[in-house]
């Protein structure tokens, strides 16, 4: 009498706890046009030996490699990604690739400075989607976040974005008590009129100094609590493995959303996989281990390393951040070393 087969290996990048992993997050640079004071300390922070950042063939190969093996999104970040010098030949290579699922959707998240200059070429690039990061709508409080009174350009990039015909466009606040929490409605109400999505986020301990604390850091339920001082919210079915859940504003067709890593963690639908400026993979945004991919990409290692490369990599990967945790160890790098 013969026995079953075994079930077969899934093909792609699986983790140990069954998670398919579709979405690479690649860090262009760890250089920012911006100070924010929750990322970096005023003088900045000791950049990355430029010899050490991967090259623009360099990206696209590691790219390649997993779109291969099923990677469907992928969201160039930094540092700041419109820094890099090619950043539209960038985008359009990576959105040239093709995998068992067609092409990759090739997003951005950014501040949205070089947009004026940059939305249109990135859109005939190949550029699906943008998020950009706006943390007030006052302008001294900006220059006092960021250490750069850049308001009026954000806000330049933000519509130079829609006029490119970019959709939809989410906005991203990180919410900090004391600082601008009670601007959570006024950023909403800012949104809803320009068309946009606004995205707030829970404050994570990823900054460079290292002085991150929980009483600082604006909760999800503190932030829902605010909004529905001033709108109707009705929650959005369906979240899937997106990191924000959404409500529906007054009804909809608007939405707001809340990225609550902290309070409300979502690893247990996480299929994200991070690759750093300098070639590190990384199995989570808070991982104590690097994956060297630059290694083995400049000594001569073919597509079938680097795929095996990805896999142990997720092998390691945990079932959660483990904040919580009261043995929990900040990453030694800040999160513009290793991209959002």
């Not at 999104?73 to 010098?85: D, K, M, S």
């Not at 850091?217 to 001033?230: D, G, H, K």
Request: glycine share 8%; aromatic share 4%.
């Amino acid at each position: 009498m013969s026995t079953p087969d075994a079930s077969p290996v899934p093909a792609g990048l699986v983790d140990r706890f069954g998670r398919v992993h579709r979405d690479l997050r690649i860090s262009l640079t760890d250089r920012c046009s911006l100070r924010c004071t929750y990322c970096m300390p005023a003088e900045g922070v000791p950049w990355l030996a430029r010899s050490t950042m991967l090259s623009t063939d360099e990206l696209v190969r590691v790219a390649g490699v997993a779109v291969g093996l099923g990677v469907t999104e992928i969201r160039l970040t930094g540092g700041e990604p419109l820094l890099r010098a090619d950043v539209v030949d960038v985008v359009r290579r990576m959105a040239a690739l093709e995998g068992p699922g067609g092409s990759p959707e090739v997003s951005i998240t950014t501040n949205a400075l070089r947009l004026p200059a940059l939305a249109a070429p990135l859109r005939d690039a190949g550029l699906a989607r943008v998020n950009i990061s706006i943390d007030t709508l006052d302008r001294e409080r900006f220059a006092n976040l960021t250490r750069r009174d850049r308001l009026d350009d954000t806000l330049a990039g933000i519509a130079a974005a829609k006029a490119a015909g970019f959709t939809p466009i989410k906005l991203n606040a990180v919410a900090m008590r004391g600082v601008n929490d009670d601007e959570v409605v006024d950023l909403v109400r800012y949104a809803v009129d320009g068309g946009y999505e606004m995205r707030f986020i829970e404050q994570m301990p990823l900054d460079a100094g290292h002085t991150w604390e929980r009483t600082t850091m604006v909760t999800q339920a503190e932030v829902l609590a605010s909004l529905r001082t001033a709108f109707t919210l009705t929650e959005v079915p369906g979240r899937g493995s997106a990191p924000a859940e959404l409500w529906y504003v007054d009804g909809g067709p608007a939405t707001v959303g809340v990225i609550a890593s902290v309070t409300a963690p979502f690893c247990g639908a996480c299929d994200r996989v991070r690759l750093t400026a300098d070639g590190q993979l990384r199995a989570c945004l808070f991982a104590q281990t690097e994956t060297d991919l630059r290694s083995l990409v400049r000594e001569g290692a073919d597509d079938d390393a680097l795929a095996d490369a990805f896999r142990a990599c997720l092998a390691g990967k945990r079932a959660g951040h483990d904040i919580d945790d009261p043995l929990f160890l900040q990453p030694v790098r800040p999160m513009s070393a290793i991209g959002g």
